[in-house]
């Protein structure tokens, strides 16, 4: 006998989904409860130890704070354990470059390799790095900070990592010659460009011999490749951890780049490409004068107060006038604001100067300009076509010189004829660097002669009036 409520309000097929609806409510409710009451559970150990971690995750960087380096492995997806590839051979720089567990300790100038998979205990383990791309001279390398690179085996007494990085790293020196115009971009700025750009912005600059002022004047472009902050390496008490580094700047030619020897072909074309984009710098092509009619081609002297001064510059300058340029007189400086003097020298389709740090602004000229360089007396041709006429192939700029006479020379004015500073210059620089750039360099000043200079500054018209 059915229940006679349920029996008189609904039929036999109607109960049983009645029965099916309850036992899905009662399901429900159930798991319900269980999601409620999950957090109040008692937690599940973790290979039977508690994990005492920490992680402090600041926006503007890439990095945990970790107490315990074991997890490091764990955070890593692919354990890679490469052995530190260092490259000894290379004309201009040593550079070493690793993958894997790196830790950077800035106060003891090491950086550890943790090697987990083999035994490391023969063979060299350990490589002593100067991170300045000038290692064959010794003046400029005394001011370099050496570091040296340790292959390790797990387990061995080494520091433990307190900040772990994302990104890869780059280690390089302030040292040397910074603060040269020439050397800041030499052996530089343009490394650092060819040896960073394939990372996107996503790595970290370490510098040792750390100059604040020299950051400051190269923070827009240093910004442009890198959008982490730039780390004094040398001052910092923490262990920084990295997944890959590259330890001193590759750097294969002088004030160039060898594009074979980077990824992607990275080349002195995208480093001017990277610095019009970086200093908004408006014009991309020079002058040419079969298309541009009625307008006349700018001339930037590159005014010198020390050394190797144009002592006739004013003659110059309304001779170029003549000829129908407009002319710019200009000097760069430590002080000089380097994105304001960047779109001067942009604005120019011909840059003239004594050899000399000045020429090293032609790298904003826009394409096709010309570059007119000075040669001082001495025997310099070797030197000054290696230093900036070389370069300009690359750059896209055409190049003319003007070799200094004897009697265009204010060395004229300090020896007799007959002397060895006029006979026998390579003498000279048998004698050593300091002996030969005292008497050719840091002595003397030129006085060109206009009639014979004339021809240099037509030539260089006739360049402007070829695509």
């Known amino acids: 006998m059915y229940n006679p409520i349920l029996a008189k309000g609904f039929s036999n097929y109607e109960r049983k989904r009645f029965g099916c609806g309850a036992f899905i409510i009662i399901l429900i409710i159930v798991f319900s409860s269980c999601m409620v009451f999950k957090p109040h559970l008692p937690p599940l150990s973790v290979n039977g130890d508690a994990m005492n971690l920490q992680l402090s995750i600041n926006a503007a960087e890439d990095m945990l704070v970790i107490k315990d380096t074991t997890l490091l492995k764990k955070l890593e997806t692919e354990k890679r354990d490469t052995k530190p590839m260092c490259n000894m051979l290379e004309p201009l720089s040593d550079y070493c470059e690793t993958k894997g567990d790196i830790r950077v300790q800035g106060k003891s100038s090491t950086i550890f390799v943790v090697s987990y998979d083999f035994n490391i205990s023969t063979g060299n383990n350990s490589w002593t790095i100067q991170p300045y791309p000038r290692k064959g001279n010794a003046v400029a390398m005394t001011k370099v900070k050496s570091w040296t690179i340790k292959l390790v085996e797990d387990g061995e007494n080494i520091p433990k990592c307190s ?37 996107n912005s996503e790595v970290h600059f370490l510098a ?21 902050k730039i780390l004094d390496i040398d001052n910092e008490n923490e ?3 990295f997944p890959s580094m590259v330890t001193g700047l590759k750097s294969h030619k002088e004030f160039s780049i060898d594009s074979s020897k980077f990824p992607n072909g990275v080349s002195m074309r995208d480093f001017r490409h990277f610095l019009r984009s970086s200093f908004s710098l408006k014009r991309a092509e020079a002058i040419n004068l ?19 001064i144009l002592l006739n510059e004013d003659e110059v300058r309304k001779m170029a006038e003549d000829l129908g340029y407009e002319v710019v007189l ?24 004594v050899h000399g740090a000045g020429l090293t602004n032609m790298v904003f000229l826009p394409d096709n300009a010309v570059l007119i360089q000075l040669v001082p007396l001495g025997a310099m041709d070797n030197l000054a076509k290696r230093d900036f006429g070389d370069p300009t192939q690359e750059m896209n700029i055409r190049y003319l010189d003007y070799k200094i006479v004897v ?30 750039r005292s008497i050719y360099l840091d002595k003397q000043n030129v006085k060109v002669d206009i009639n014979r200079f004339r021809s240099t500054l037509v030539e260089a018209q006739k360049l402007l009036a070829t695509s």
């Open 163 to 199: 900040i772990y990085h994302g990104y890869p790293a780059v280690l390089f020196s302030l040292g040397g010659y910074s603060g040269n115009h020439f050397h800041d971009f030499s052996d530089l700025l343009i490394p650092i460009f060819s040896n960073s750009r394939h990372f």
């Open 208 to 228: 040792t011999d750390y100059k604040s002022w020299w950051i400051g004047k190269y923070r827009t472009l240093l910004n442009m490749l890198s959008k982490h």
């Open 239 to 241: 262990v920084h951890c």
């Open 290 to 308: 079969n298309k541009d009619f009625g307008n006349r081609p700018r001339l930037m002297i590159m005014s010198r107060k020390k050394s190797r």
């Open 330 to 353: 200009a000097e760069a400086n430590l002080s000089t604001n380097l994105s304001r003097f960047a779109q001067t020298v942009n604005s120019c389709d011909v840059i003239l100067g």
């Open 407 to 436: 009697n265009e020379s204010s060395l004229v004015e300090q020896y007799p004829l007959d002397h060895e500073v006029f006979k026998n210059p390579s003498s000279f620089y048998r004698k050593g660097w300091d002996t030969f």
